[in-house]
């Protein structure tokens, strides 16, 4: 078992930049693919990118290349998502996620475990 416990999140202007962090305790954090999705209002659930566990391999959505950077700290068990040039648009809850099998994955329901979510507003 893994709990993921998001930080991070709040109101930001447009532009701004965030950082948000997902420390994860219980089982060995090193064998675990890594990613960051996002949900806002009254839409699905939405992959914002993920990480491997060695080596770092990283892939991202297209709504955010460029702008936003997934790296993680093992010795921390802690992943990271760096948010710059940060549009209203990004206004969601963002979730952590881990994934034990092997590979690099973009679907939701390919990840074992959640964390509770962090809030992230940018107003224009």
């Known amino acids: 078992q893994v709990q993921l416990v998001e930080s991070g999140g709040g109101l930001v202007q447009a532009g701004d930049s965030l950082r948000l962090s997902c420390e994860a305790s219980g089982r060995t954090f090193t064998n675990y693919y890594m990613g960051w999705f996002r949900q806002a209002p009254g839409k699905e659930r939405e992959f914002v990118a993920v990480?491997?566990?060695?080596?770092?391999?990283?892939y991202y959505s297209n709504s955010v290349k460029g702008r936003f950077t997934i790296s993680r700290d093992n010795a921390k068990n802690t992943v990271y998502l760096q948010m710059d040039s940060l549009k209203t648009e990004d206004t969601a809850v963002y979730y952590c996620?881990?994934?034990?099998?092997?590979?690099?994955?973009?679907?939701?329901?390919?990840?074992?475990?959640w964390g509770q979510g962090t809030q992230v507003t940018v107003s224009s």
């Open positions: 996620a881990a994934r034990r099998l092997y590979g690099i994955s973009s679907l939701g329901r390919e990840y074992d475990y």
């Open positions: 990480i491997s566990w060695n080596n770092p391999t990283t």
